[in-house]
């Protein structure tokens, strides 16, 4: 089936560091990509997305590039903010079916 | 704020005991989703409704079921609750014409379920 693989945390940086979350996937066909955050307490939101391959996404200063022959969705930022404190997950649609799958997520941490 | 709600925010019931919790959908959304997540995990399908019926369901026992009304609003009920049900219980709606998503799934900000 269907699943989605994400680095393990917590990513602990100081800001204004520069960010890497790893994501890879395993699907059948060609899944749209999503990146979603949450927020101490709350619940997820949407921060960008990738239908097609090499589609990058973008939000916020947040990016990620849809690579299909490494099948991976990588989220990186240039320069992380403390608020950017929170747990960010991966996640994957099948075309045609609205489920998504998400990954465990990974906690970053940005300190002063 | 994404304009789906979700009630109550908090909840703790007793093992075998039966949760109703609750989604109101965002304007002009007409698919409800149900994903539960489990501390530090990332959330698991359970089922979507779609114009009132079940359109697709995760690999949940039947003691979890739902309801979505006219109003597109939904229900989540779990039966005979036992502890590993403890997870936060998140919503999320979003449009379908047929099979073709016109939005992307907006999530409330979930029901915590405590059980004991």
């Known amino acids: 089936g269907n699943s989605v693989t994400q680095m393990e945390g917590p990513v602990t940086l100081s800001e204004e560091a520069f960010l890497t979350i790893n994501c890879t996937y395993t699907?059948?066909?060609?899944?749209?990509l999503f990146w979603y955050v949450q927020y101490p307490g709350e619940g997820l939101q949407l921060l960008l997305k990738?239908?097609?391959?090499?589609d990058k996404g973008s939000n916020k200063g947040f990016e990620a590039t849809y690579r299909k022959e490494t099948t991976s969705f990588h989220l990186e930022k240039g320069s992380v903010q403390v608020s950017d404190s929170a747990v960010y997950f991966c996640a994957l649609k099948d075309p045609g079916f609205q489920k998504l799958v998400f990954g465990t997520g990974t906690r970053l941490l940005v300190s002063p | 704020e994404t304009g789906v709600t979700q009630s109550p925010t908090h909840l703790i019931k007793t093992r075998g005991q039966q949760v109703t919790l609750r989604c109101s959908s965002q304007s002009g959304h007409n698919t409800v989703s149900w994903y539960q997540q489990a501390l530090g995990q990332g959330p698991q399908f359970i089922f979507q409704?779609?114009?009132?019926?079940?359109?697709g369901r995760g690999n949940f026992p039947p003691r979890f079921s739902g309801l979505q009304f006219p109003n597109y609003s939904s229900e989540l009920n779990v039966n005979a609750l036992e502890l590993d049900d403890s997870a936060l219980y998140l919503c999320?709606?979003?449009?379908?014409?047929?099979?073709?998503?016109?939005?992307?799934?907006?999530f409330g900000q979930g029901t915590r379920l405590t059980v004991v």
């Open positions: 409704y779609y114009r009132e019926e079940e359109n």
């Open positions: 999320a709606s979003s449009s379908l014409t047929g099979t073709v998503p016109n939005t992307e799934a907006f």
């Open positions: 990738a239908t097609k391959a090499d």
């Open positions: 699907a059948t066909g060609y899944p749209s």
